[in-house]
């Protein structure tokens, strides 16, 4: 049974630094992962997915890599702005059919 | 293109009435997802249908919960006789595929009074 594990919980930063958000799974035979945002009260917003055979995927500021024969994923998030304020969500995909596992979100808090 | 649209968006129940929650996935899509967030939770997978196919309920507590996806018309997530453990909010997921991204609708937020 996959088991997600998201590190911290949650994270304060300062606006502009650079941040690592974790992300470890430990069923490695997952076809993809994907990382998503979720604001308070809002549905899940998709940023980045990364099938099982990418290293890593990029969107503006935003950089995922997936390591599978660790069971880890970081995404990176550049120059952090308080519009990042949001719980980060991974889930991982192990039956190639979209169903997936989610883990319990990191609470970033960017301040001003 | 409009997103998977969920409704209602906010929904309360005495306990022993019946909720009715309703998925329009995204144009063109024909698999659907549906995940429960409880409180201070996480999500956890519930159901996956494609039309008129439930693939797999794997997620799904056996007793008053049901999930269909008709040929025609929205997917509907039905739960009978509520209680006030079932107050979360519940997502609703679509993909033209079954693999590839997930887009996920606003949710129905269901309190159980």
């Known amino acids: 049974k996959q088991e997600v594990t998201q590190i911290p919980a949650a994270l304060s930063v300062p606006e502009g630094e650079n941040l690592v958000l974790n992300c470890s799974f430990t069923d490695s035979a997952i076809y993809n992962l994907q990382w998503f945002r979720q604001d308070p009260g809002k549905g899940l917003t998709s940023l980045l997915l990364?099938?099982?055979?990418?290293r890593e995927q990029t969107s503006g500021r935003l950089n995922a890599s997936l390591d599978k024969s660790s069971g880890r994923s970081t995404l990176y998030i550049a120059a952090s702005q308080p519009g990042d304020s949001a719980t980060y969500l991974c889930a991982a995909d192990n039956t190639n059919a979209g169903k997936s596992t989610f883990g319990d979100g990191t609470t970033l808090t960017v301040k001003p | 293109n409009a997103g998977v649209m969920q409704n209602p968006r906010h929904l309360v129940r005495r306990r022993g009435q019946e909720a009715r929650l309703r998925c329009s996935p995204m144009?063109?899509?024909?698999?659907v997802y549906w995940y429960r967030q409880l409180p201070e939770e996480g999500l956890k997978f519930m159901v996956y249908?494609?039309?008129?196919?439930?693939?797999?309920e794997s997620g799904m507590p056996k007793e008053r919960f049901s999930a269909e996806f008709p040929k025609e018309g929205p997917s509907i997530l039905r739960i009978q006789q509520v209680v006030r453990g079932d107050s979360a909010a519940y997502f609703c997921?679509?993909?033209?595929?079954?693999?590839?991204?997930?887009?996920f609708g606003p949710g129905t937020r269901l309190l159980v009074l």
């Open positions: 990364i099938q099982s055979s990418q």
């Open positions: 997921a679509s993909s033209p595929s079954g693999q590839g991204p997930q887009y």
């Open positions: 249908l494609q039309k008129e196919n439930i693939i797999d």
């Open positions: 144009k063109g899509h024909s698999h």
